[in-house]
């Protein structure tokens, strides 16, 4: 999710001293968010800002210091402009100035990760909103000892996805009656609403689903959004 951590926007007349530095203009979308806050974050990332004197120790490791060090150990046009502290970075690969480009410094590799800043911005808050909706499964399955999820039938035909994470599928569970009923869409009308015992779930599903190589999607929306899990890692939280 976004956070306005405070500092204020850019000025336009800032703004074209930095491009005069730079020796380019700015990709719009990103002049555009420099102008409403000029330090920003969204989940993991943090965008380098635009120097501000009445703000110099927040804004000291600023986007042209930043793309004016180590150039040598980037592709030619990389442009950064985020980082998760990793070694990872997240930029522009110019003269592209829309698609948002991760550099993976262990494969020293760049990947396309969204097709526009606002793409990825909306991308991030998905992903932190689903973290969050898993912590809630976890959370509230431990105080009241129940999932919850939807079955074709009463004793098979669980509800699942495909999964993006290679050939293999997600299968969905839920804390509450609520998050399984509001999925009962796009096909799954008819599906059964099935209540597990905490330690069916911990003792019989998870253990099956390591074997089969499956994922879990814990308290996924109704627009089946969420994180696909390992069910080991889901095992240890349970039991940890």
Excluded at 1 to 18: A, F, S
Excluded at 115 to 120: I, V
């Amino acid at each position: 999710m976004e956070h306005q951590i405070g500092l204020p926007g850019i000025t336009e007349e800032r703004l074209q001293e930095v491009e005069a530095e730079l020796g380019f203009s700015l990709p719009s979308e990103l002049r555009a968010r420099f102008k409403k806050e000029n330090k920003f974050e969204a989940g993991e990332w943090q965008f380098h800002p635009i120097k501000d004197e009445q703000h110099i120790k927040r804004t000291w490791e600023d986007i042209v210091r930043v793309n004016s060090t180590d150039v040598e150990d980037y592709p030619n046009g990389f442009f950064r402009i985020a980082t998760d502290g990793s070694g990872d970075e997240l930029g522009y690969l110019l003269p592209d100035t829309k698609t948002i480009v991760l550099w993976n410094h262990e494969e020293e590799e760049v990947f396309p990760v969204a097709p526009t800043l606002r793409a990825f911005m909306k991308q991030e808050q998905q992903v932190e909103e689903s973290a969050m909706r898993a912590e809630d499964f976890l959370q509230t399955v431990i105080e009241t000892g129940t999932v919850y999820g939807l079955s074709k039938l009463k004793q098979s035909g669980w509800a699942y996805c495909p999964s993006n994470q290679g050939d293999s599928d997600v299968l969905l569970f839920f804390s509450t009656k609520e998050g399984a009923r509001a999925c009962q869409t796009n096909g799954w009308e008819n599906y059964h609403l099935i209540r597990l015992d905490l330690d069916v779930f911990t003792d019989d599903w998870l253990p099956n689903m390591m074997q089969d190589g499956l994922y879990c999607g814990l308290n996924w929306d109704a627009s089946l959004q969420g994180l696909e899990l390992n069910p080991e890692n889901v095992l240890e939280e349970l039991e940890g």
